[in-house]
């Protein structure tokens, strides 16, 4: 057999496998290529699965998903949050998230006081949002804190209970 329809093969076998599992095209964030995504991303590497999502490839730098059709989404590099009174600020295993419900089912967390900040979208029909959180709580707990949420006491906010919505 020569060596190009050898390699004809092979490259129709792999065109084949990956046809069986579509890559998710994402859009880059805006601080991407921030050297702190990278150590985030690294930190993923080993997490196969979130809940009964299995993980995904993607087309973009500082991102993952995990579910087909995608149900958790993150992108690393987007705009630190300011302080907001609009959004709850909660605490999910001591990491600080803004969660954004205004597109129920799905909701976005995004982490408060750490730069470079993490969004995490979850599709709440498919899994909850304290288990994707979890998924990835140990990846994002290597990006540097630099300011926690607080109440208008000044007190810190906890998640919600386990299985509960968000």
């Not at 982490?111 to 498919?126: E, F, L, M």
């Not at 990835?136 to 607080?150: G, I």
Request: charged share 20%; hydrophobic share 40%; proline share 7%.
């Amino acid at each position: 057999m020569s060596k190009i329809p050898a390699a004809l093969a092979t490259l129709a076998a792999i065109a084949f496998l990956a046809g069986c599992a579509p890559v998710v095209s994402l859009e880059t964030a805006e601080d991407f290529s921030n050297p702190a995504c990278a150590m985030v991303i690294v930190s993923l590497r080993d997490v196969d699965t979130i809940g009964d999502e299995q993980r995904r490839e993607t087309n973009t730098q500082s991102t993952a998903a995990w579910g087909d059709p995608a149900s958790v989404i993150l992108h690393c590099g987007v705009p630190v949050p300011d302080p907001t009174s609009t959004l709850p600020c909660i605490t999910y295993d001591n990491i600080d998230w803004l969660r954004d419900d205004s597109d129920a089912p799905n909701y976005v967390f995004t982490t408060y006081g750490r730069d470079p900040a993490v969004s995490v979208i979850v599709d709440n029909d498919k899994i909850a949002g304290n288990v994707a959180l979890s998924g990835v709580s140990s990846a994002v707990s290597t990006l540097p804190v630099v300011s926690e949420c607080t109440t208008l006491e000044g007190e810190t906010q906890d998640a919600p209970a386990e299985g509960s919505d968000g």
